[in-house]
């Protein structure tokens, strides 16, 4: 009983920050659940089902706006949901315990929230340059954008299904790059729109094949989130957000270097 109203805090407490700062759950919840004590797939199974239930809302309030690029959203799935039922396989088929890919999951989660990190201390400066493309690599991908939006989603379906992070912040800083006309509201839509069918399907592939979620911890985590993501985002308007997201970049890329070296 102490255990599930300590995972209730933990929610409201990632909660509370997701609503302050606007970035996402799964870089905030996954390395509390394993500072906590939480095995590393038992945390990462468990916080993308979490993304996937405290996102839908999102997706609903963005397609009532018009906000979200369904195109787009399509060539995303169509790269990141195969990669990440293919992944989920992999490590079914090639591993027998899940103490033998925790390098693997360990690694991933690292790496991700070191980009995590740099993508929300460089939004600024990722907008104030998106609007032309530099060099012979900036101009390839702004005309090939959709055929690097398909590369990407599969490059997301992999590493969020293996670490739980990137389905926001990452996926949000490609659309500024890749599609500089594209308003910031249609960005953060979009991005919404691909982020919940990724971590539904990521987490149910956890869940079914390799039996990495806790749904009474999944449970506990939206008790105290759900509530906390809305009274966070009443007090944002009277807090510094742009301190308080630095300040979770710097602690966000002090735990990538944790997890990705130790």
């Known amino acids: 009983m102490l255990d599930f109203f300590l995972y209730i805090l933990s929610g409201a407490f990632v909660g509370l920050i997701v609503g302050l700062t606007g970035v996402g759950g799964g870089s905030l919840m996954t390395p509390l659940l394993i500072l906590l004590g939480i095995p590393y797939n038992i945390a990462i199974g468990t916080d993308l089902l979490y993304a996937a239930v405290t996102k839908a809302g999102g997706v609903v309030a963005h397609a009532k706006q018009k906000s979200v690029q369904w195109r787009l959203v ?73 055929k690097v939006t398909f590369v990407a989603g599969i490059f997301l379906g992999v590493f969020v299904t293996l670490s739980s992070v990137g389905a926001g912040a ?25 982020a919940v069918p990724l971590t539904l399907i990521a987490g149910l592939s956890h869940l079914i094949i390799l039996g990495n979620v806790d749904l009474v911890l999944l449970g506990s985590l939206l008790i105290g989130s759900l509530p906390a993501i809305h009274v966070g985002t009443k007090l944002a308007a009277r807090l510094p957000s742009g301190v308080l997201q630095s300040i979770l970049a710097f602690l966000l890329f002090g735990l990538g270097i944790k997890f990705s070296l130790f």
């Open 74 to 146: 399509g060539f995303l799935a169509a790269g990141s949901i195969p990669a990440s039922l293919i992944t989920a396989q992999l490590l079914s088929s090639v591993f027998t315990d899940a103490d033998e890919y925790k390098e693997i999951l360990t690694t991933s989660l690292g790496v991700m929230l070191i980009i995590t990190a740099a993508v929300i201390l460089c939004k600024r400066m990722l907008r104030d340059t998106s609007d032309r493309p530099h060099g012979a690599v900036g101009t390839f991908f702004q005309v090939h954008a959709t």
């Open 170 to 194: 990452f996926c949000a800083a490609l659309l500024m790059i890749l599609f500089p006309r594209l308003p910031a509201l249609h960005i953060v839509g979009t991005d919404i729109a691909h």
